[in-house]
């Protein structure tokens, strides 16, 4: 297994934080880049949830993500378990070759799909994405994963 697909609802909402509670992403560096999700302010589009390319911390992220509503357009986060080895990567291959063990990537408000090295991990956000009554949820592998790009945009 290489990830997992899903599509969560479109409209605002703590996805982030629902999707990642599956385990424990407080552990890693977070990277952004090319995000366009924005907090909720008196109901509508706010300012930005990651204003800039960034490298947050677990804790950073995590208070990001769960203080307030927010509304998801496009994400592309990565999580690192160690900042100095940060670096972007555009394919699967170089995924696997990378630090990086996370792989995020959101578009068009609704459709999510996520890389992981580890299995547990996949699992468990299976696991997760059903409980949440996410749609179309289903495992990426070898033999299915039409990616050929880590882009959003």
Request: net charge negative.
């Amino acid at each position: 297994m290489r990830g997992l697909s899903f599509e969560i609802p479109n409209r605002y909402g703590q996805f982030l934080l629902d999707i990642l509670n599956a385990f424990d992403f407080k552990n890693y560096f977070w990277k952004t880049g090319g995000e366009e999700a924005y907090y909720i302010e008196n109901d509508k589009l706010g300012s930005p949830l990651f204003p800039k390319p960034y490298l947050y911390t677990g804790d950073a992220f995590y208070k990001r993500i769960s203080e307030t509503d927010y509304y998801l357009i496009f994400a592309d986060l990565k999580a690192f378990p160690d900042p100095l080895h940060v670096r972007d990567f555009t394919s699967y291959e170089q995924f696997l070759n990378s630090q990086c063990e996370f792989v995020l990537l959101l578009v068009d408000c609704s459709y999510v799909t996520i890389y992981a090295k580890d299995q547990q991990v996949l699992k468990a956000l299976h696991d997760q994405a059903i409980a949440s009554k996410y749609e179309n949820v289903s495992y990426i592998t070898d033999e299915n994963d039409s990616r050929t790009t880590f882009e959003i945009f």
